[in-house]
């Protein structure tokens, strides 16, 4: 799952990184209270995931686990994937040592059978990946009939905008890499996403086999406006995620 910190510095590279072993300590707290995960993203997923009580819930990158926490709450059957060992830590110390978390990586086959789950989250964690087609076809794999992959990804026009606003000029059409420069509790690391346009995501759903529910651009709650004056604003006229409901068919 992750975040968007103020002190970052971004170029185009292609190169695979995401260190979040590093950050992981650093990471979890941050989460907890930033404007983007806490009063903006987790928000919008739980309010589209709605009434949980009883359903089988993959959240698939639980990274420290702020998401399971909150869907078990609710009254979900909830298991965790994530690719950081060091993340999964941070969540079983959350959790609990009887927490269902597993380390597996989204571009691998899951390590569940089919039909598994009435749900899968992913919270910010597809625009990790060049190619979503595998990816995607395990999520549909472990998802019941009928079941819902509810996603949040970096919205492709506000990583269109960072680029030109850092003097770059990138085809919104095309599928590219773009790195940042993370810095979170004294570590900085490099940060590898994957940019692509709208019509690219849609298509990898249902080349996937799901139907397209919602598609939303959401608010950052209310309460966010008054301990985050400086960027309530921006991230309320200007959104940086974009957020898909889809039914398995």
Known sequence: MAS???????????????DYDGLAEAYSAENEISLNNAYYERPATLALAGEVTGRRILDA????GPLFAALRDRG?????IDASAAMLE??????????????????DP?????????????????????????????????????GRLIASV????????????????????????????????GHTTQMNFWNRPLHAMTDAFTAAGFRISVISEPQPVPAARELFPDDFHLLATAPSFLFFVLQAG
Do not use: K
């Not at 979900?76 to 965790?80: D, I, Q, R």
């Not at 899968?120 to 395990?138: C, F, G, K, N, R």
């Open 76 to 80: 979900a059957v909830v298991s965790g």
């Open 154 to 185: 970096n919205h492709p026009l506000a990583d269109y905008c960072v680029q030109r606003f850092a003097g770059r000029r990138p085809d919104y059409f095309e599928t590219y890499s773009s790195t940042e420069e993370w810095t979170m509790g």
């Open 110 to 146: 899951l390590p569940y059978p089919d039909d598994s789950f009435d749900d899968v989250i992913a919270s910010l964690v597809l625009h990790y990946l060049q190619d979503w087609e595998p990816t995607l076809a395990e999520l549909r794999r472990v998802l019941r009939t009928d």
């Open 4 to 18: 968007v910190p103020g002190d970052r510095a971004l170029r185009v590279d292609p190169a695979p990184v995401n």
């Open 90 to 107: 941070q969540a079983r110390r959350r959790l609990g040592a009887d927490a269902d978390l597993q380390v597996a990586d989204l571009a």
């Open 61 to 64: 990158g639980c990274g420290s």
